[in-house]
């Protein structure tokens, strides 16, 4: 992961034509997804603690029941220029342990390069870069494409065994 103000950044969406998963549950007990997904991010993706981050936690008892809705964005660094972000979101509703519950994830690899010095913004430098890019690093870039779709799916997968659990 790259930390300059100024930065070449390359998106792939393991999921090019509709960028997130989505995953609806209508049943017993919803509010059970909340541990099994933090359980996911960390056996799926292998990321510490420390890269999980719940950017909003919200769960309201009200009359009718409780309503939640909880969003994480998680990163696993591969090497100094390409990490994997997953951001995840889980909101529900339950009433007397029957509700629904809606989950999507959207997973993306990311590859930075730095452009803050002169030297990084001389065109010398950027076709030698390129050059880099072209013959080493896509190969790289591809290994981690493809293990970044496999652990989304296994991600997927564990979802909705547990959800099949619930039923």
């Known amino acids: ?8 950044s390359i998106w792939d969406d393991v999921y090019p034509t509709f960028k997130s998963i989505s995953i609806e549950y209508k049943g017993k007990n919803p509010h059970l997804i909340y541990k099994k997904i933090n359980e996911l991010i960390r056996s799926d993706f292998h990321v510490p603690e420390g890269c999980i981050q719940e ?13 939640f809705k909880v969003e994480w964005e998680t990163t696993k660094v591969l090497d100094d220029f390409s990490f994997i972000k997953i951001e995840i979101r889980l909101s529900g509703f339950m009433s ?10 959207r997973p993306t690899l990311i590859t930075e390069y730095p452009q803050d010095t002169f ?16 013959i080493f690093y896509s ?27 619930l039923r």
Do not use: P
């Open 1 to 8: 992961m790259v930390w300059a103000a100024t930065k070449i």
């Open 96 to 105: 007397e342990g029957v509700g629904k519950a809606s989950i999507g994830f």
């Open 139 to 165: 190969k790289k870039r591809n290994e981690y494409f493809d293990m970044t779709k496999t652990m989304a799916e296994r991600f997927e997968r564990g979802i909705k065994d547990f959800i099949e659990e």
């Open 55 to 67: 950017k909003e936690y919200t769960w309201n008892k009200t009359e009718k029941g409780e309503e």
């Open 119 to 134: 030297w990084q913004q001389n065109i010398l430098y950027e076709m030698l870069r390129r050059l880099w890019h072209n």
